[in-house]
């Protein structure tokens, strides 16, 4: 499943350089996390609400070229597979020229909310994924 968002660097975001702090990359990846799961049809709220949280425990990125201020990225968001104990997700940003500047990838796992002990992913998580991969599939043919 792939989706994509963008957002405009501000201001605040870059150092003395006028380029994207390497810090912020992280938080870019959670916007395109966040927005893939939403447009798969849940959110962090909802999986909260059935008693699932998702903390990263895993962090890659991959520097290529310097976002600057003001660029319109592009985040596309990948889900390679369908979870099971873990969720990756992958990330490429672009600039508005098309150019890859970072490439990078999360690894989040489900826990319970009430115990806090890892769980598998939610049967309709699953089943919110593969629907969304089997359309994506079908889109390309």
């Given at each position: 499943?792939?989706?994509?968002?963008?957002?405009?660097?501000?201001?605040?975001?870059?150092?003395?350089?006028?380029?994207?702090?390497?810090?912020?990359?992280?938080?870019?990846y959670e916007v395109g996390r966040t927005e893939a799961l939403r447009l798969l049809g849940s959110t962090?709220?909802?999986?909260?609400?059935?008693?699932?949280?998702?903390?990263?425990?895993?962090?890659?990125?991959?520097?290529?070229?310097?976002?600057?201020?003001?660029?319109?990225?592009?985040?596309?968001?990948?889900?390679?597979?369908?979870?099971?104990?873990?969720?990756?997700?992958?990330?490429?940003?672009?600039?508005?020229?098309?150019?890859?500047?970072?490439?990078?990838?999360?690894?989040?796992?489900?826990?319970?909310?009430?115990?806090?002990?890892?769980?598998?992913?939610?049967?309709?998580?699953?089943?919110?994924?593969?629907?969304?991969?089997?359309?994506?599939?079908?889109?390309?043919?």
């Amino acid at each position: 499943m792939v989706s994509e968002t963008q957002i405009r660097v501000r201001y605040a975001e870059t150092d003395q350089m006028g380029f994207v702090y390497y810090g912020n990359y992280a938080a870019y990846y959670e916007v395109g996390r966040t927005e893939a799961l939403r447009l798969l049809g849940s959110t962090y709220h909802t999986m909260e609400e059935k008693g699932v949280m998702m903390p990263v425990v895993e962090l890659k990125v991959q520097f290529i070229k310097a976002a600057k201020y003001d660029d319109l990225l592009t985040i596309r968001t990948i889900v390679p597979n369908i979870p099971d104990k873990n969720m990756v997700f992958l990330y490429e940003i672009y600039n508005e020229e098309g150019v890859l500047l970072n490439k990078g990838e999360t690894t989040l796992v489900f826990i319970s909310s009430k115990s806090r002990k890892r769980v598998r992913c939610p049967e309709w998580m699953q089943e919110l994924i593969s629907e969304a991969s089997e359309s994506d599939n079908n889109d390309k043919i």
